[in-house]
């Protein structure tokens, strides 16, 4: 509900109120994000100062008590007071910069306004609220723009700057989103890490002073993802208050967060300004991305709870976005570039075997590729290894009952290809400089209209041909030298915004017209994780590193803000690739099965036992698909907190599974017990009502008892619990669990919990 009455605006969603007025001089004074107020007075929430600050500056000599630099509000620009950094930068050619935006005008309308070009949000229960500003002198107009709605907690925003003059205004600055709060102490959680460690969870005090969690590499990158949190200093998983963001952007970012000497916090998100500028021309207008917000005080996972069902009912769309995805198989780490038509036949009839739905063919299947130095760009099928051209691979495995998907990376060109032949002027560089290199290759200019429309008929073309189900789009390099070569049209700070639009043009035209196909983002493993991705991909590559413990981490931080159906989530060879962790089978599933499950390891090398284990964790992942996939996804104790123990839950109003790993076996240890938060997670039961509760049969992993071995029978699965509980007694005193393994005693009885082991528990309501 969106209420404006005597210049105060209320924003209500079912659990949470958004509050501003019109202030004094026309400024808009924040009053209050946070639990739903039903009744208020304005009056009583205003910032402004009732004594002077000695020697701040005040508006002018008729408000001497308006420090801007001292209040919170909506929208703020430099040059009038407020010292702090601020939403809007611009300047004009003789150098003018200072700006003042004061209210003009509102509008409330049902629906969602376009955003040229950029992906957008959508959902009918959404309506908009337009406040709009005029600039004192200049001929400026700024609207800032509001999406509530009274099914979800989440309110997106954005603003858009209208140049009405006849000069050009040079945009250096425009948050999507400024969020003022009123607490100090409040800590920032930020999701930082790199390729093969991306959203680690980094939880810090704010300090005086401003922190920066952005991205410089052209895509919204592993180093900082463009989500954030502000969380009360005794906020936890499942209490306290939580306010999320998260930018609808794929490109550079910047978030600031900023503790002014007056004890103020203030939040930016928008476009990174460090590499942006952008030439306004007169009569026209800028667009800056969506950015969506969520405030709960119910901790951690409340905020995550309406994060994820806002991704998956209002940013992933399309006939896939609420189907189950398939359980699919990866040639990557089974062949890497060595493969041939016969070698990945073997492998997709093992897979059809054990279950697996989709066949993914990866990198190494186009033009000369033999390794990473040649081919990007000549997508058509390298003959040597496919002698029967991608149709007839693709129609070998439909035949066998399989779908076949189709790796790209069409945002590249090798300096090897017939590509860059034909066309050495669409790479990214500048002219007589050797561009800077990544993974043996460049990009191509998608600033420019005929390499993006050249780009949409290729890739059409292929997947026409191949009549691909599904297609895992990579990106693996960091930018440099941008430029637009032969061409002064565009200043350098346009180049990395109009290369996102050339990104999301190809996107939206690809999957308009082949909405039937998957698409998976993938960026060197997550490094372009973020909304704008996912308006047009429903699921994305999470990382490369798919190490049973680091896939922990990764998953944890991943599931502060996406939920676990855009997870792309792979079980892979021990040692693991990456990290040379060795594992058991069944704990790479566990892990794995928290998401969109996938098999990447050479399953025809695989004793049969194994591949009889791979089929049995098939089935029971397809029997709770829906809910390992769409479920509410919970968050219990963490290694993050010093601790041993992961725990995660999935839930349905039915059922419920939960991870439970532990990180470094300590043998003589108190029994453990198995507390399950039922209502935390979304089970709903009433505390006498009992519930069935078992343990996934796990097979043991003979190879981690060394000399043990012999006293286990070959068959012999681990914990075997089932039994009936009452709900109020699985919340709190939980079911004793057996002991773990000591190396006394009559070991068979034990539970084996080796370091990095997991175990999967199973909730259900009894049948009565
Ligand atoms: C990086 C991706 O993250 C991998 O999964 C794989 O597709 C390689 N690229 C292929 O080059």
Redesign the pocket.
């Known amino acids: 509900m969106i209420e404006a009455k005597n210049g105060v605006f209320n924003l209500a969603t079912p659990n949470t109120s958004y509050i501003f007025k019109v202030g004094e001089c026309g400024v808009l004074e924040h009053l209050y994000y946070g639990k739903r107020l039903d009744a208020f007075d304005a009056e009583l929430m205003s910032n402004v100062q009732n004594v002077k600050i000695c020697d701040a500056t005040a508006y002018d000599k008729d408000h001497s008590l308006l420090f801007l630099d001292n209040l919170m509000t909506e929208f703020s620009t430099e040059g009038r007071g407020d010292y702090r950094l601020t939403s809007m930068k611009a300047s004009y050619d003789n150098g003018h910069s200072v700006l003042d935006f004061v209210y003009e005008t509102y509008s409330i309308t049902h629906g969602i306004p376009s955003m040229e070009g950029l992906p957008s949000v959508y959902g009918d229960e959404f309506s908009t609220l337009e406040v709009v500003l005029k600039e004192r002198l200049l001929p400026l107009r700024l609207r800032l723009y509001y999406l509530v709605s009274d099914e979800k907690d989440a309110i997106v925003r954005f603003s858009r700057v209208e140049n009405e003059g006849s000069e050009d205004v040079y945009i250096q600055a425009l948050a999507s989103l400024q969020l003022d709060v009123p607490n100090p102490d409040w800590n920032l959680v930020t999701l930082d890490g790199a390729w093969a460690r991306e959203r680690m969870v980094c939880d810090r005090p704010l300090r005086p002073g401003i922190h920066i969690n952005d991205s410089k590499t052209g895509a919204s990158g592993a180093f900082h993802n463009p989500a954030i949190a502000l969380k009360a200093p005794n906020a936890t998983e499942f209490q306290g208050d939580v306010i999320g963001l998260n930018l609808i952007y794929s490109g550079n970012h910047q978030e600031s967060v900023e503790l002014s000497p007056y004890g103020r916090g203030r939040v930016l998100t928008g476009i990174n300004p460090n590499t942006f500028t952008w030439r306004l021309k007169a009569k026209s207008s800028f667009t800056a991305p969506q950015a969506v917000m969520v405030y709960s005080d119910k901790g951690l996972n409340g905020m995550s709870h309406e994060m994820h069902r806002f991704v998956n009912e209002n940013v992933c769309r399309g006939p896939w976005r609420d189907k189950e995805r398939p359980v699919l198989v990866?040639n990557?780490e089974a062949t890497y570039f060595d493969f041939n038509e016969e070698k990945l036949l073997d492998l997709a009839d093992t897979a059809k075997d054990v279950g697996i739905e989709l066949f993914v063919l990866?990198?190494?299947w186009f033009g000369e590729r033999e390794n990473?130095t040649t081919s990007l760009g000549d997508w058509t099928a390298n003959g040597r290894k496919l002698p029967n051209g991608l149709a007839g691979l693709s129609s070998k495995l439909h035949e066998k009952g399989l779908m076949f998907g189709i790796?790209i990376?069409p945002e590249m060109v090798s300096e090897k290809s017939r590509l860059f032949e034909r066309h050495p002027d669409w790479r990214i560089a500048i002219p007589n400089r050797k561009p800077g290199v990544g993974r043996n290759q460049y990009i191509l200019d998608w600033t420019r209209e005929d390499v993006t429309d050249y780009m949409i008929a290729c890739i059409s073309t292929l997947l026409e041909e191949s009549k691909a189900n599904y297609v895992?789009w990579?990106m693996?390099r960091f930018f440099s030298d941008f430029n637009t070569q032969g061409s002064d049209k565009y200043f350098m700070g346009e180049f990395l915004h109009r290369y996102v639009l050339g990104f999301y043009k190809v996107l939206e035209a690809l999957t308009a017209k082949f909405p039937d196909i998957l698409f998976e983002g993938?960026?060197?493993?997550g490094n372009r994780f973020d909304l704008g991705v996912l308006c047009y991909m429903n699921q994305i590559?999470t990382s490369?590193d798919t190490d049973v413990l680091m896939r922990q981490f990764i998953q944890w931080g991943t599931s502060f803000f996406y939920p676990q159906s855009v997870m792309g989530c792979h079980v892979s060879a021990s040692p693991n690739h990456q990290s040379l962790r060795i594992s058991s089978i069944e704990d790479r599933f566990n892990v794995a099965a928290f998401g969109i499950l996938g098999y990447?390891m050479d399953l025809t090398r695989l004793p049969s036992n194994e591949l009889d284990v791979i089929k049995e964790q098939i089935r029971f992942y397809k029997k709770n698909r829906r809910l390992f996939q769409f479920g509410t996804f919970t968050r219990d104790i963490s290694y993050f907190n010093g601790g041993n123990n992961l725990k995660w839950l999935v839930a349905d109003e039915e059922h419920l599974v939960m991870l439970d790993a532990c990180m470094l076996n300590v043998p003589n240890m108190p029994n453990d017990r198995l507390v399950i938060p039922l209502l935390d997670a979304g089970f709903n039961a009433r505390g006498t009502e009992r519930l069935l509760v078992s343990s996934r049969a796990q097979r043991i992993d003979r190879s981690r008892l060394g000399d043990n071995a012999s006293k286990f029978k070959e068959d012999q699965r681990g914990l075997g619990l089932k039994t009936s509980v009452y709900a109020g007694q699985l919340e709190s005193a939980g079911i004793v669990l057996g002991q773990r393994f000591t190396g006394s005693g009559d070991i068979r009885l034990t539970r084996i919990r080796p370091d990095f082991s997991t175990e999967m528990y199973i909730v259900d309501r009894m049948m009565i």
């Open positions: 990866n990557w990866d990198d190494g990473d790796w990376e895992k990579d693996n993938c960026a060197s493993g590559w490369d990447e």
